[in-house]
């Protein structure tokens, strides 16, 4: 679908950080504000390391992340590419609101249960 141009139906709402059942590269923060139509379908809060909506940090060199330059590309070149075949580079110029990540968070009840904690763990497992 890397060819088709990306609009979103309907936001989503956040499960408070909780992974769901579906991992892929291409993952959906469950912001509620979704910015796909205005990235080329790539979601810079999962592709960005430093999950920037507003365009790259200018630390990436020949595509790649600086953050994890062996394993990552920069999620914002990967916009910018995605966005150049679909022949809307206008689009990087489109500035998007900041985000109200208080509202990404789990909630208290949330955080103190079992699954957040293995979540939690897992990630921590996972990055080193």
Do not use: F
Request: include cysteine; glycine fraction near 10%; proline fraction near 5%.
């Amino acid at each position: 679908m890397a060819d088709k141009v990306t609009h979103p139906a309907c936001n989503t709402l956040s499960r408070g950080g909780a992974q769901g059942e579906w991992r892929g590269s291409e993952r959906c923060r469950e912001c509620g504000d979704c910015l796909l139509d205005i990235t080329g379908g790539i979601c810079p809060l999962t592709a960005c390391s430093k999950s920037l909506i507003n365009g790259q940090c200018g630390g990436s060199k020949d595509g790649k992340c600086e953050v994890e330059p062996d394993v990552r590309d920069c999620g914002w070149y990967l916009i910018y590419e995605r966005l150049k075949k679909l022949n809307r580079l206008e689009k990087m110029t489109e500035m998007c609101p900041p985000k109200a990540y208080s509202k990404m968070e789990p909630p208290k009840r949330l955080r103190s249960t079992i699954m957040w904690a293995l979540e939690q763990q897992e990630k921590e497992v996972a990055a080193r």
